[in-house]
T-cell receptor, first 108, second 118 residues
Framework: RKEVEQDPGPFNVPEGATVAFNCTYS??????FFWYRQDCRKEPKLLMS???SGNEDGRFTAQLNRASQYISLLIRDSKLSDSATYLCVATNDYKLSFGAGTTVTVRA | GAVVSQHPSRVICKSGTSVKIECRSLDFQATTMFWYRQFPKQSLMLMATSNEGSKATYEQGVEKDKFLINHASLTLSTLTVTSAHPEDSSFYIC??????????????FGPGTRLTVL
């Protein structure tokens, strides 16, 4: 079983829409969680950390549910520039475990 | 955020040759560097972890004699793919971390090296 699993999508949404997706992690000892964004053929870039109490960064909201071992990302008022693959990451000590990514395409 | 560079960004080589990829932390000291590999439409897979001045720790299934890692200084790690074959063609990405200052296990990624073995 993969350590981090994500719905690959793709999620095709119009500009201005809200899109949300989850990922699940299998290691209950995972300590920290992140969402990364990866554009085609580029390196992943940190989008936001995920805190236990949930957190927002502009149009992005991340939630963590430790009991059910899932993390969510919600994008409000989506922009064309939000089109990317979003990678869910769980860490155990120093090791990052990546999901395969959820592809989001925002259309005009 | 901290800056990590990789060189070369792209390499095409013949089967059987060796390829060296450099990873540098430009504005911080990387006590730990990580090497990942990503095949198309798949997640990043950790290949190995290297701490400055010590031998790398390889993940299960990664051949240490094929993927040579050196982390001789706090700003430079190298990955050498020895006797590369077409199945080694992939996107290789390094990341770096200063364990003395990083919070929440954050790592900073290099721009990646796309290796194509003919």
């Amino acid at each position: 079983r993969k350590e981090v699993e994500q719905d690959p999508g793709p999620f095709n949404v119009p500009e201005g829409a809200t899109v949300a997706f989850n990922c699940t992690y299998s290691n209950s000892a995972s300590q920290s969680f992140f969402w990364y964004r990866q554009d085609c053929r580029k390196e992943p870039k940190l989008l936001m950390s995920v805190y236990s109490s949930g957190n927002e960064d502009g149009r992005f909201t991340a939630q963590l549910n430790r009991a059910s071992q899932y993390i969510s990302l919600l994008i409000r008022d989506s922009k064309l520039s939000d089109s990317a693959t979003y990678l869910c990451v769980a860490t155990n000590d120093y090791k990052l475990s990546f999901g395969a990514g959820t592809t989001v395409t925002v259309r005009a | 955020g901290a800056v990590v560079s990789q060189h070369p960004s792209r390499v095409i080589c013949k089967s059987g040759t060796s390829v060296k990829i450099e990873c540098r932390s430009l504005d911080f000291q990387a006590t730990t560097m990580f090497w990942y590999r990503q095949f198309p439409k798949q997640s990043l897979m950790l290949m190995a972890t290297s701490n400055e001045g010590s031998k790398a720790t390889y993940e299960q299934g990664v051949e240490k004699d094929k993927f040579l890692i050196n982390h001789a200084s706090l700003t430079l790690s190298t990955l050498t793919v020895t006797s590369a074959h077409p199945e080694d063609s992939s996107f290789y990405i390094c990341s770096a971390r200063d364990v003395r200052t990083s919070v929440y296990n954050e790592q900073f990624f290099g721009p990646g090296t796309r290796l194509t073995v003919l």
